[in-house]
């Protein structure tokens, strides 16, 4: 799940640094690609909030094409429904395959690992990387660098053999 972020300041920071990181991540990876045995494809998901059964799912994916061709009234009444069952939201992985090996990466979460200090789902409050912020408020791209290339090379070193 994205971070809950509540903070005026720590939002526009994630702001300023998301698609800076997602690029660099992308580009990391690429770079990692090239010299694996592993081949990878991206591809948008669906992340459901955690403890979201089967049926509920099914049931919000039907609304949800019901609502593509529904009246008006009919809309307003899904919409009603919708409001009180849980709501994925979009993610983005990387499926990485070698032989009969599958494994997906939800690359949000390297994002945000990158863009937090010691971020993980489980925590509710995150911290921007400051270190990511040079004196004038920009991306420090030589800090953004560095952290992700780690990152992602640890990532890679730890695919199983």
Request: hydrophobic share 35%; net charge negative; glycine share 2%.
């Amino acid at each position: 799940m994205p971070p809950r972020i509540t903070d005026q300041v720590t939002w526009q920071q994630a702001e300023l640094l998301m698609q800076p990181t997602f690029i660099r991540v992308v580009d990391n990876i690429r770079k990692q690609l090239d010299e694996s045995a592993w081949k990878g494809i991206y591809k948008d998901v669906l992340i459901w909030p955690a403890n979201t059964t089967d049926e509920t799912k099914a049931l919000v994916t039907q609304l949800l094409q019901e609502m593509e061709t529904a009246t008006s009234e009919q809309a307003d009444t899904i919409r009603e429904t919708l409001a009180s069952l849980p709501m994925p939201h979009p993610g983005y992985h990387l499926c990485l395959q070698r032989q009969d090996q599958e494994i997906s990466i939800d690359l949000w979460e390297l994002c945000y690992q990158v863009c937090f200090i010691n971020y993980s789902p489980e925590r509710e409050n995150v911290d921007i990387d400051t270190t990511l912020i040079d004196d004038f408020g920009e991306v420090d791209w030589q800090h953004l660098e560095v952290k992700t290339k780690e990152l992602v090379r640890k990532v890679f070193a730890n695919l199983p053999e």
